[in-house]
Protein backbone atom coordinates (compact mmCIF):
# COMPACT_ATOMS: atom_id res chain seq x y z
CA UNK A 1 0.00 0.00 0.00
CA UNK A 2 0.88 3.44 -1.12
CA UNK A 3 2.57 5.27 1.85
CA UNK A 4 0.83 8.75 1.22
CA UNK A 5 -0.59 10.76 -1.28
CA UNK A 6 1.06 13.12 -3.59
CA UNK A 7 -2.17 15.68 -2.94
CA UNK A 8 -4.39 15.80 0.01
CA UNK A 9 -6.65 18.13 -0.86
CA UNK A 10 -9.78 15.96 -0.80
CA UNK A 11 -8.82 13.90 2.09
CA UNK A 12 -8.49 16.99 3.93
CA UNK A 13 -11.38 19.02 3.00
CA UNK A 14 -13.40 15.74 3.96
CA UNK A 15 -11.55 15.39 7.48
CA UNK A 16 -12.54 18.97 8.15
CA UNK A 17 -16.23 18.47 7.63
CA UNK A 18 -15.80 15.24 9.48
CA UNK A 19 -14.56 16.64 12.26
CA UNK A 20 -17.11 19.94 12.57
CA UNK A 21 -19.42 16.83 12.88
CA UNK A 22 -17.68 14.88 15.84
CA UNK A 23 -19.42 15.42 19.14
CA UNK A 24 -17.99 14.22 22.39
CA UNK A 25 -19.69 10.56 23.52
CA UNK A 26 -22.15 10.66 25.72
CA UNK A 27 -20.71 10.19 29.64
CA UNK A 28 -23.31 7.15 30.49
CA UNK A 29 -20.81 5.14 32.35
CA UNK A 30 -20.46 5.35 36.18
CA UNK A 31 -17.03 3.92 37.68
CA UNK A 32 -16.01 4.13 41.93
CA UNK A 33 -12.70 4.19 42.72
CA UNK A 34 -12.80 2.94 46.15
CA UNK A 35 -9.83 5.21 48.82
CA UNK A 36 -7.58 2.92 50.45
CA UNK A 37 -7.34 5.28 53.52
CA UNK A 38 -10.35 5.19 55.96
CA UNK A 39 -10.40 8.98 55.93
CA UNK A 40 -10.94 9.45 52.32
CA UNK A 41 -14.05 9.06 50.81
CA UNK A 42 -14.41 6.96 47.71
CA UNK A 43 -14.24 9.08 43.99
CA UNK A 44 -16.83 8.50 41.59
CA UNK A 45 -16.68 9.74 38.03
CA UNK A 46 -18.71 9.18 34.76
CA UNK A 47 -17.08 8.11 31.38
CA UNK A 48 -18.65 7.19 28.21
CA UNK A 49 -17.21 3.68 26.79
CA UNK A 50 -14.75 3.69 23.54
CA UNK A 51 -16.82 2.04 21.32
CA UNK A 52 -19.54 5.16 21.82
CA UNK A 53 -16.46 7.57 20.94
CA UNK A 54 -15.44 5.21 17.92
CA UNK A 55 -19.61 4.98 16.71
CA UNK A 56 -19.23 8.68 16.53
CA UNK A 57 -16.08 8.67 14.53
CA UNK A 58 -16.89 6.00 12.54
CA UNK A 59 -20.33 7.68 11.54
CA UNK A 60 -18.67 11.05 10.78
CA UNK A 61 -15.84 9.80 8.93
CA UNK A 62 -18.14 7.43 6.52
CA UNK A 63 -20.26 10.16 5.59
CA UNK A 64 -17.68 12.04 4.01
CA UNK A 65 -16.08 8.65 2.28
CA UNK A 66 -12.90 8.17 4.49
CA UNK A 67 -12.19 4.97 5.56
CA UNK A 68 -9.42 3.46 8.25
CA UNK A 69 -7.43 0.54 7.22
CA UNK A 70 -5.46 -1.20 9.18
CA UNK A 71 -1.79 -3.57 8.48
CA UNK A 72 0.25 -5.24 10.82
CA UNK A 73 3.95 -6.52 10.31
CA UNK A 74 6.64 -7.83 12.29
CA UNK A 75 10.31 -6.32 10.78
CA UNK A 76 13.55 -8.52 11.03
CA UNK A 77 14.23 -6.08 14.29
CA UNK A 78 11.22 -7.39 15.95
CA UNK A 79 9.32 -4.84 16.08
CA UNK A 80 5.71 -4.94 15.48
CA UNK A 81 3.98 -2.59 13.35
CA UNK A 82 0.46 -1.06 13.40
CA UNK A 83 -0.08 1.16 10.17
CA UNK A 84 -3.38 3.42 10.75
CA UNK A 85 -4.02 4.86 6.91
CA UNK A 86 -6.72 6.99 6.51
CA UNK A 87 -8.47 6.18 2.73
CA UNK A 88 -10.43 8.62 0.45
CA UNK A 89 -13.24 8.06 -1.95
CA UNK A 90 -10.92 10.41 -3.94
CA UNK A 91 -7.98 7.77 -3.61
CA UNK A 92 -6.12 9.80 -1.28
CA UNK A 93 -4.70 8.15 1.99
CA UNK A 94 -2.24 9.07 4.73
CA UNK A 95 -0.96 7.56 7.32
CA UNK A 96 -2.65 8.69 10.76
CA UNK A 97 -0.32 6.30 13.26
CA UNK A 98 2.08 3.74 13.37
CA UNK A 99 2.57 2.07 16.74
CA UNK A 100 5.97 -0.29 17.31
CA UNK A 101 6.14 -2.79 19.87
CA UNK A 102 8.86 -5.35 20.01
CA UNK A 103 7.40 -8.31 19.39
CA UNK A 104 10.54 -10.36 21.80
CA UNK A 105 8.79 -8.37 24.42
CA UNK A 106 4.90 -9.64 24.66
CA UNK A 107 5.92 -12.38 27.94
CA UNK A 108 4.29 -15.62 27.38
CA UNK A 109 3.61 -17.41 23.83
CA UNK A 110 3.26 -15.80 20.04
CA UNK A 111 -0.76 -16.33 20.80
CA UNK A 112 -0.13 -12.99 22.65
CA UNK A 113 0.22 -10.81 19.70
CA UNK A 114 -2.64 -9.73 18.57
CA UNK A 115 -3.74 -8.47 21.96
CA UNK A 116 -0.82 -6.39 21.49
CA UNK A 117 -1.94 -5.03 18.43
CA UNK A 118 -5.11 -4.65 19.33
CA UNK A 119 -4.31 -2.21 22.23
CA UNK A 120 -3.22 0.56 20.39
CA UNK A 121 -6.41 0.90 17.67
Known sequence: MQRCSESIGAI???LA?????LASPEKSLTAT????FPRESDR???????????DIVRKA???HEIATVQTTAIDEAGLIRLTTVLAH???EGEPARVQETRSDKVPGSVLRIPSLIRFPR
Do not use: D, N, V
Not at 17 to 21: D, G, V
Not at 33 to 36: A, E, G, T
Not at 44 to 54: C, E, K, N, P, V
Open 12 to 14: AGA
Open 61 to 63: LGK
Open 17 to 21: KAQAE
Open 89 to 91: SSR
Open 33 to 36: IRSP
Open 44 to 54: TFRYASLSSGL
